[in-house]
């Protein structure tokens, strides 16, 4: 298993630009998530997704979109780019059934510059 | 609502000797903890966790982390330092829908020789 694949590694942005960071996994995982981190301020959840379909805000969702359309695939949309966003962005996923016991398991990161 | 704080920000230990990592939650539910490590340049790693069974509990590498309701703790030890420990730590508590988890902000070892 490859786990929770992240592209790309890193991404510099212009200010007002749009993207889409990848997330993938292969361990069908019915709960995916998005977080950033930023020092000093550990990891703090953007959106999340509990199944094919049906996502939540987080703590921190303005300025994100996500969609759900398969098991496998969370992309996380930035519309329009600005310098407050750059950050290191980590996807998550874990098991659903069995409930908040359940580790997550990790990407590698994607590290975004806005500028 | 929960919340976790993690008491310093970077921790200095030589080789061989104690490491404490100290975090302290709020919950209003009964929790369940986790303690993650994420070493340069990559994604978290699960050390352990607490999920209400014994209050002492084991993880990778030689960490173990104690469970103490009164004082709404769960501090994570490791009793004798090695290099490769260097990594920064993070203190997790799962929300009541399981759906949340929220983060300290971390504590960054170094390991001195």
């Known amino acids: 298993n490859a786990g929770v694949t992240q592209t790309p590694k890193f991404q510099v942005l212009k200010t007002g630009q749009s993207m889409t960071l990848q997330c993938a996994q292969d361990?069908?995982?019915?709960?995916m998530s998005w977080y950033r981190q930023d020092p000093g301020m550990g990891l703090r959840l953007i959106h999340y997704?509990?199944?094919?379909?049906?996502?939540d805000q987080g703590e921190v969702p303005n300025g994100y979109n996500v969609s759900r359309s398969t098991t496998e695939d969370f992309p996380l949309r930035l519309l329009s780019a600005a310098p407050s966003q750059t950050s290191v962005y980590f996807c998550?996923?874990?098991?659903?059934?069995?409930?908040?016991?359940?580790?997550?398991?990790f990407g590698p990161g994607t590290r975004l510059t806005v500028t | 609502a929960q919340s976790v704080t993690q008491l310093g920000s970077h921790v200095s230990v030589s080789e061989g000797a104690l490491v404490l990592l100290r975090c302290n939650y709020s919950?209003?539910?009964?929790?369940?903890l986790f303690w993650y490590v994420q070493y340069p340049n990559q994604g978290l790693q699960l050390l352990l966790k607490?999920?209400?069974?014994?209050?002492l509990v084991k993880g990778i590498n030689g960490f173990e982390a104690e469970f103490k309701k009164s004082e709404t703790s769960f501090h994570l030890t490791k009793p004798s330092a090695h290099m490769s420990d260097a990594a920064e730590y993070f203190c997790?508590?799962?929300?009541?829908?399981?759906?949340?988890?929220?983060f300290g902000g971390g504590t960054r070892v170094l390991v001195k020789p």
């Open positions: 998550a996923s874990r098991e659903l059934a069995g409930g908040r016991s359940y580790e997550q398991y």
């Open positions: 361990m069908n995982h019915e709960y």
């Open positions: 997704s509990v199944g094919a379909g049906i996502t």
């Open positions: 919950s209003s539910v009964p929790p369940y």
């Open positions: 607490y999920t209400s069974a014994a209050t």
């Open positions: 997790a508590v799962s929300g009541a829908a399981g759906n949340k988890l929220t």
